[in-house]
Nanobody, 120 residues
Framework: QVQLVESGGGLVQAGGSLRLSCAASGSIFSINTMGWYRQAPGKQRERVATSSSGGSTNYADSVKGRFTISRDNAKNTVYLQMNSLKPEDTAVYYC??????????????WGLGTQVTVSS
């Protein structure tokens, strides 16, 4: 059984910062991509940032220069540092990971989500 547990969401004023964390636990052989998605009310879930096992990162255009994704592979944890937050960043943020539970067995896992609310 593999779980992703997020933490760090909350309420912040526009211009403020938050740091999200997501820890993977369970029967993990290895982790490929880890990342963050978000879903605002009435909108589709969208990719925010991803980090490959090789260290490459990708960001949505809307967060480039403001958000930074990082990983601690020893702890199976991914972080999202969010600076200069805007009201339009308000959403439920979901952790996402492609996890191998065996040499050739992998699937996508999702966390339950953490609410980020940015007030104007």
């Amino acid at each position: 059984q593999v779980q992703l547990v997020e933490s760090g969401g909350g309420l912040v004023q526009a211009g403020g910062s938050l740091r999200l964390s997501c820890a993977a636990s369970g029967s993990i052989f290895s982790i490929n991509t880890m990342g963050w998605y978000r879903q605002a009310p009435g909108k589709q879930r969208e990719r925010v940032a991803t980090s490959s096992s090789g260290g490459s990162t990708n960001y949505a255009d809307s967060v480039k220069g403001r958000f930074t994704i990082s990983r601690d592979n020893a702890k199976n944890t991914v972080y999202l540092q969010m600076n200069s937050l805007k009201p339009e960043d308000t959403a439920v943020y979901y952790c996402h990971a492609i996890i191998y539970t065996g040499v050739t067995v992998s699937r996508v896992y999702w966390g339950l989500g953490t609410q980020v609310t940015v007030s104007s």
